[in-house]
């Protein structure tokens, strides 16, 4: 689920030798000066280095400090500075620092012995890191100093910054990425090139996308005729409700957008109908509108389809009969508050916007390493400590400040749902018919909640509860294994060995599900995550018995502990859900009948081998395959993109679109490696006959996500292109065979028809961008495809009938309306729909 990298957030604690100055500040208003005057530079050097001896498949950053021409007087003579790295740093080197891992995110930097800062010295740290940096998404923001009994302050120059122009967070202490040979790629066999604006522009002119016109509802129907006439809704409606609560519709009531009027508008939902589930008809004349559904989801389906065509039509709608339902019961949106948290606001606008587009699960991954995100009333260690990260290394009042969270624990990135944020969002998505499922991932990624307990654990047993205080402790204190987790943790597993373990999972499912029945909805799927567990246990003595009753294997302890917690969901009446890689290790005679697993392997790598295998056990399997769905991928190869790329440089719209769930090896002739190379993919195991996958989930992972702007900009339109896979066959994909495999370009798979589908949905998805932005959502604007031949700019956009703006030199940007003669190098941008934001800005060069 995490995705196979690393990480690293270090903390440069330097020791600094200060001449003694007469009448010196306090050491306060020092650091103070110090924190707002000294430079800092961070820069991606090469990413593909001769790596100094020892280390493989390194690569090259270097963070430059510049200090003040005048070191401020009065600075304490231990001073840190903490800054934020991704990647593991094997080796750093400098004139005057030494390095050390501090865990997980964080490492400290001293002075070498005798070393002195000194006024304007300017000092390059090398960081040779294994893996790569390709983007400016992997650097973090928020290094600050800090010395003992002084607060912690922010390096100015390293605070993020608003674009006015994009509204998205922008980084000015790191240097532009320009060198395309040495950043791009990691080795020769990676064919990636960054998409520039000359090679967008060939790349869409290939796919540009139809205006949009006639239907446009999204995702499509299965079935849409038009009538004769026109059905005018400018007046409002007369609504009549036949076997089903208003309150059960409101929302998509609402989102007409008209009050009370004249035209009727019938509603009757008919349990009995054939109807499929959500599914529904709609039928629209001049004399008044009828929606039948089998139960209150497809009205809410009907009243949302209804709403958009409408909308195009500006109210005054030509007759039609739409007959629809979905191709898959699970249609999902994952979004990761662990990390860096959203908050209600957002996650109920997020709520909102799959309701537009009839997505119908919401994902909430509520805990992670980096920060537990759920009140529980009975921990409240859990919430108070858990859900803030600052600048306190004993971890008694916060967590470390992993991921550039900064200093003074009032950021945007910490902070938790309250039970009564947690209740308003789970009415307001059962209203729109979604099912809210809570995530706590265990047992690994579960740092947050060990620090949490062990701070209980301090506060009962000083009060002499000793008792109490190992009630829900989570570690076995004897355990001498050392370990390190993909993110770099020591200390992030759940002991599965300790009765109190099971004790605090109880406590907190127990829990959420006592606050979805104060929410009238009850809880139907908790999941545990069960991935990337460390090499943990070995060493514990609460785990010698366990292990030995597995044949020796300490590894085999994460999936018994997967089973005996699924079987406990079971007995609540609860679908145990996890990530394939811990569900695929389980004995299938010890899990429940039907959990429910996320398939989160490559396509290239591991994602035919989990689905196949886990829908061959009778498992709910949903395709969670970042190739698909993970959206807090960049959406192209480019520095200036956000997102991590360890499983796709690119996961663009046009290919979220052209996904096909029914034939996964087939996939291989639209998608490339994650080398940018056309290879095949074998069937390999294969399908039993009458399976099938149960839905679709985009994710979206924040280790890079700290605002909510940026939230909207990474999911939409994308979530579009996978709601749209959710609910309506892609009728280029060739029905699956048993062990037939796929090449790339495979003629098999309909070009043809996917060319056709993406025309007619790229103009539904400009449609509806208005729906959007009236749900208050930041989509993102793609910056347009653009080139110079023969003295004139062309330019093309994404989506059709976008807007796109250039500019020559210093001047003012105009509007582009055609083939225009320029001289030089020239800027050109994409605005939004409603024109109040902008893509980022590229430039485009004469041609050579």
């Not at 001449?19 to 020092?30: R, Y």
């Not at 964080?106 to 000194?118: D, F, H, M, S």
């Not at 537009?356 to 108070?384: M, S, T, V």
């Amino acid at each position: 689920m995490m995705r196979g990298m690393s990480w690293l957030a270090m903390t440069a604690a330097t020791v600094m030798a200060v001449p003694a100055v007469a009448q010196e500040p306090a050491p306060q208003t020092a650091l103070d000066q110090l924190a707002d005057t000294i430079g800092y530079r961070l820069t991606m050097v090469d990413n593909r280095p001769s790596c100094p001896t020892g280390i493989d498949a390194c690569f090259l950053s270097t963070i430059t400090l510049t200090l003040p021409e005048t070191i401020p007087a009065g600075l304490p003579e231990r001073l840190s500075l903490t800054f934020s790295f991704v990647n593991r740093l094997p080796l750093v080197e400098s004139d005057i620092f030494e390095n050390r891992l501090i865990n997980g995110d964080v490492n400290r930097l001293t002075l070498k012995p005798g070393a002195v800062l000194k006024p304007g010295a300017v000092h390059v740290v090398k960081l040779w890191g294994v893996g790569a940096n390709f983007s400016k998404a992997f650097a973090m923001p928020n290094a600050y100093l800090a010395a003992d009994g002084l607060k912690a302050r922010t390096i100015a120059a390293t605070r993020a910054v608003i674009d006015p122009e994009t509204g998205l967070e922008i980084l000015p202490f790191v240097a532009d990425m320009t060198d395309e040979a040495r950043l791009a790629t990691k080795s020769a066999a990676d064919k990636t090139k960054w998409l520039t604006a000359e090679r967008a522009f060939e790349l869409q002119a290939g796919r540009q996308g139809a205006a949009p016109g006639g239907v446009v509802i999204l995702p499509k129907p299965v079935t849409v005729k038009r009538g004769n006439g026109f059905v005018d809704l400018s007046g409002g409606v007369a609504v009549t409700l036949v076997g089903v609560d208003r309150a059960a519709v409101a929302p998509g009531l609402a989102a007409l957008g008209i009050g009370e009027g004249k035209l009727p508008l019938s509603i009757r939902v008919d349990p009995s109908s054939k109807i499929a589930a959500e599914g529904y008809v709609l039928d629209a004349k001049p004399g008044g509108i009828s929606i039948v559904a089998r139960d209150a989801a497809g009205v809410s389906h009907a009243l949302r389809s209804l709403a958009q065509q409408a909308s195009f039509e500006k109210g005054k709608m030509r007759a039609l009969r739409v007959e629809d339902a979905p191709r898959y019961g699970y249609r999902g949106l994952h979004v990761d508050l662990g990390r860096n948290f959203h908050g209600r606001d957002q996650i109920l606008k997020l709520v909102e916007g799959m309701a537009a587009f009839k997505l119908n699960k919401l994902h909430l991954h509520l805990a992670e390493d980096e920060g537990w995100r759920i009140e529980i009333p009975a921990l409240p260690e859990l919430a108070e400590i858990g859900s803030k990260r600052c600048a306190d290394p004993t971890e008694k009042t916060c967590l470390l400040p992993q991921l550039g969270a900064g200093p003074d624990g009032t950021s945007g990135v910490n902070g938790y749902l309250s039970v009564a944020d947690y209740v308003a969002i789970v009415k307001a998505a059962a209203a729109r018919q979604i099912e809210v499922i809570p995530s706590i991932d265990m047992p690994g990624h579960s740092r947050a909640a060990i620090k949490a307990m062990e701070l209980r654990h301090a506060r009962l047993t000083a009060a002499g509860k000793p008792a109490e205080a190992d009630a829900y402790r989570l570690i076995d204190p004897a355990d001498t294994t050392v370990y390190r987790s993909i993110q770099n943790y020591d200390d992030n597993t759940l002991n599965v060995c300790l009765p109190s373990t099971y004790r605090f999972v109880d406590t907190v499912v127990d829990a959420l599900a006592d606050m979805h029945k104060q929410a009238g909805v009850p809880l139907k799927t908790f999941h545990l995550g069960a991935d990337e567990t460390a090499g943990a246990w070995v060493k514990s003595p609460a785990c010698a018995g366990m292990i030995a009753a597995n044949g020796g294997d300490a590894t085999k302890l994460t999936p018994r502990f997967i089973e005996r917690v699924s079987q406990s969901l079971a007995a609540k009446g609860l679908q145990a859900g996890g990530w394939s890689d811990g569900m695929g290790h389980t004995d299938a005679a010890k899990m429940p009948k039907r959990p429910q697993t996320n398939i989160w392997g490559v396509l290239h790598t591991g994602a035919i081998r989990e689905a196949h295998d886990q829908m061959n056990r009778g498992w709910d399997v949903v395709l969670s395959i970042p190739d698909l769905g993970y959206f807090d991928m960049p959406y192209a190869p480019h520095p200036e993109e956000g997102g991590y790329d360890w499983a796709s440089r690119g996961v663009s719209i046009y290919q979220v679109f052209g996904f096909m769930p029914d034939n996964l090896p087939a996939n291989a002739a639209t998608i490339r490696n994650i080398y940018a190379e056309g290879k095949g993919i074998e069937d390999k195991p294969v399908l039993e006959a009458g399976r099938r996958v149960a839905g679709v989930q985009a994710q979206l992972w924040s280790e890079t996500v700290r605002t909510d702007a940026q939230v909207d900009y990474m999911l939409f339109p994308r979530l579009l292109a996978l709601a749209e896979r959710g609910w309506s066959v892609a009728p280029w994909t060739p029905p699956y065979q048993a062990g037939v495999s796929y090449d790339w370009a495979d003629k098999r798979v309909d070009r043809a028809k996917l060319d056709a589908g993406w025309m007619d949905f790229a103009g539904r998805v400009t449609a509806q961008l208005p729906v959007l932005e009236r749900a208050g959502i930041a989509y993102r604007v793609a910056p347009p495809g653009a080139r110079i031949v023969g003295g004139k700019l062309e330019a093309n956009s994404e989506l059709p009938g976008m807007a796109i703006e250039y500019r020559m030199g210093n001047g003012g940007w105009t509007r582009y309306a055609g083939p225009v003669v320029v001289s030089g190098a020239v800027d050109v941008r994409t605005r939004s729909a409603d024109g109040k934001r902008a893509s980022r800005t590229v430039r485009v060069e004469p041609a050579k």
